[in-house]
Structure formats: C-alpha cells, structure tokens
C-alpha cells in the first residue's frame, strides 16, 4: 500500500478514536445545567415556557436537560427535554 495512503488512513482513525472518546466521555458525564445557556430568574431557576400546560415557570433543570415538571409519560414533556438539550425551548 502507498505509504501516503497508509498515513492518511492512520490519521483519519486517529481522529475517529478521539471524537468517538469525547462523545463518550460527554454521554456518560452528562451536560452541566449551565452549559444550557437558559435565561434564569433571581434564584438560578431556567425561565422557560411550559408546552404541556402553556405557562411561563421558572424551574430547575437537571444535568440530562429535564426540567423539574418533567413528566416521562407525556410527550409535551419529552419533546421539552429535547429542546432544552437542543437549546431551542421557547422562554420568558
């Protein structure tokens, strides 16, 4: 094999490995609640709008993106948790 082929696919596996360790490291660390970037109100509390109910609440967010009201069995709720983890939910 060429020996500038064998380096670029020793290079591209290399990189491979390191962002296949980061996002393993990322997943089983989990996100900070910082690193969500969410407006806050006076006490630390995400200001967000609420899908499931339609109302403005301040609430605390957990390292996996959910929401304090975070019910698993509505899909108000998990769609939320999405777009806190996506940085895309709708606040006040």
């Known amino acids: 094999m060429d020996e ?3 380096r670029f696919i020793r290079t591209k596996l290399r990189n491979a490995g390191k962002q296949f360790e ?3 490291e990322a997943y089983e660390t989990g996100r900070a609640p910082a ?3 969410l407006p806050t109100d006076e006490e ?3 200001k967000i ?3 499931r109910h339609a109302d403005r609440r301040a609430v605390e967010i957990d390292a996996e993106g ?3 009201c975070f019910d698993a069995d509505h899909p108000d709720c998990r769609g939320c948790a999405e777009d806190v ?3 895309v939910v709708e606040t006040w």
């Open 22 to 24: 980061e996002a393993r």
């Open 35 to 37: 690193e969500f970037d």
């Open 4 to 6: 500038r082929l064998e």
């Open 49 to 51: 709008v609420c899908r």
């Open 44 to 46: 630390g509390r995400a």
């Open 85 to 87: 983890r996506e940085g």
């Open 66 to 68: 959910r929401p304090a």
